[in-house]
């Protein structure tokens, strides 16, 4: 990899005692920078669908255009993930994910200068692109931090930083924007965030132990599995083929794990994504009320997440299991939204955060088994993969039900065109949970 964003070198093995000081005070500064660095690009990445009602008004946007904007940066995203997750394995994750998080404030500054349909298409394309330097640099660190038989915990606990950053940024969007005049506001304010979030991962953010003087956790945590106590620990950088094709695209699972992420994504953000307009349409709710639904969503997966991960490791890491299982009151919330006569905002309210607190432990699960199945060199990759599948869901969710919401709504009216949408996403909802069930009996590599 070029320049400066180059893997940091392994230098001399610090003293034993040394060793014993410094592990766990820098395992717990790359959980909390990675934690509050991914949340920070939260706030640069999920604030179009809170100001959307704001936007159609303000610029005479339709659904179909803020659903094009919507797939626009999924798909990119999905792309940029895969991508940039392999350039993030071979790279510095202290200056890949501190140069992303700028380069995104960036896209934020401009779309909000800007009043054009096409200047804010292509701006979150790029926006897209840039948000693939967030995931990816975190899993390389969560990687080479923390061992195998505490993952379930530890990458769980840094998992909710989607949550904190998801909720907080439908928060700062809403009331930036309704406080300081104006839609684009909700673009000014967080990328003024990320701004400094960007500099706090500069100070904080470390690449690998070895290159602070210290063991690889294996030998630190005596967690070798017992291909690598027969072989040793592979800490060689590998190369793309090996990354692309030996850890991905030959990798069954690999693939069915994508396929299902593809669905599952479809459940986690047809409520983020399109609820602040739903409940303001059909529900007349509040930009600050749109605000604090996505809140209640996107922190309704805080314990959950936490909680099924420490159980996924105490049941010797049956993580399919605990997805599958996760997946049925998800069909439940999304079945008692569709059937729920309208006017209940307060019941919505409360599936919202059945929905978060069921699917958000699927999204990391899904992850984990990947990281599970394949080597600690290529997380970035294979998860980057299943990330794309997931936002191809993401995409066509955005763009599929932007259309959908702008024909019904001329043929029939609004509430029933956010049934159909309801009972698309549904019918998702129930496809991801079937091929979870083929992920019921897998468990870690030996």
Known sequence: MFGWFAPAPHVERLPDEEVKRRYPRLRWQILEATFIGYATYYLVRNNVGVVAGEMKHALGYDDANIGNILAATAISYGVGKFFMGALSDKSNPRVFMSVGLMLTAFCNFAFGASADYSTHFYLWILNGLFQGMGWSPCGRSMGHWFSEKERGLTFSTWNTSHNVGGGIAGVIAAESASRLGG???????????ALIGAVYLLLRLRDTPQSCGLPPIEEYRDDYTEHERVHGV????????????????THKWIWLLAIANFFAYITRYAMIDWGPLYLKEVKGATLSEGGIAVLLLEWGGIPSTIFLGWVSDKMGGRRGKIAALCMIPIIAAYAAIYLMPKGHINFDMAMLVVIGFFIYPVINLITIIALDLTSKKAIGTAAGFIGLLGYLGRTTHAKGFGSVLKHYKEVYDTPTAWNIVIALTLISTIIAFVLLLFTWKVKPRA
Do not use: D, K, Q
């Open 234 to 249: 592979n800490e060689r950088e590998l190369s793309f083929y090996e990354l692309f094709v030996h850890n991905v695209l």
């Open 183 to 193: 839609w684009e506001y909700a673009f000014y304010v967080p990328g003024v965030l």
